[in-house]
């Protein structure tokens, strides 16, 4: 069944009033490519509450917006707000330990797959649907869903208050694809402040509590 309601508008904002329960908001947001900008003139709020997607053509600026909630990328114009504070306020490390980005590619970093998690990491496997058997498994040997889940469990080691992903199923198959999803949403539905980037729009519709739809840079 459909979940997601949908904000639309070359600027998207949600209409939300005052950024009470607002996790994220962007703040009239500028972003300069080499051939003009990228996203311009951008506002937009996201709560604390649920999955929000984000959606737009290719070269809308979608990931660009994404990599600015953990200070990937600056803007070069406006504001990116957490908690009601600009992002640039924050320590860059407690910043990211806030805010955990998961990439479109599972990145694992050398050694085990207990290593690359850390801590916990025999509940975590188990959250994410794997196996604690994996835990003595070099990562890098892992199938991409494994090594998608064990970003995620990776990620969840850090106790965020948000979790942004960026393509998260693009490159899973489908049995693969639903499994992630599945998890995505128990996520947000425990509580977890999630935000993803999804070209597909079936994902946004079904997944997803709201849709913010980027129509690329103003004119």
């Not at 070359?10 to 994220?24: E, H, M, N, P, Q």
């Not at 090594?147 to 990620?155: G, H, P, T, V």
């Not at 694809?177 to 079936?202: C, F, M, N, Q, Y």
């Amino acid at each position: 069944m459909p979940r997601a309601g949908l904000l639309r508008g070359k600027c998207a904002k949600s209409g939300l009033s005052g950024g009470i329960g607002d996790r994220f908001e962007f703040r009239n947001v500028r972003v300069d490519g080499d051939d003009g900008p990228i996203v311009d003139g951008f506002s937009a709020r996201i709560p604390a509450d649920g999955l929000t997607a984000i959606v737009g053509p290719s070269g809308s600026g979608k990931t660009t917006l994404l990599r600015l909630l953990n200070r990937l990328d600056d803007p070069d114009g406006g504001e990116v707000l957490l908690d009601g504070r600009d992002v640039r306020a924050y320590d860059v490390l407690d910043l990211r330990r806030r805010v955990q980005l998961v990439g479109q590619i599972p990145v694992p970093f050398p050694g085990t797959v207990a290593a690359n998690v850390g801590d916990g990491w025999e509940e975590l496997l188990g959250r994410v649907g794997l196996p604690a058997a994996l835990g003595t498994r070099p990562a890098d040997v892992l199938s991409v869903g494994e090594a998608q889940r064990m970003c995620l469990a990776r990620s969840l080691a850090r106790s965020p208050e948000a979790l942004v992903l960026d393509e998260p199923t693009s490159a899973l198959d489908t049995t693969s694809k639903g499994g992630i999803e599945a998890l995505i949403r128990s996520l947000a539905d425990g509580g977890l402040t999630v935000v993803i980037v999804t070209h597909d729009p079936r994902q946004a519709r079904e997944l997803a509590d709201r849709v913010i739809e980027v129509r690329g840079r103003s004119t």
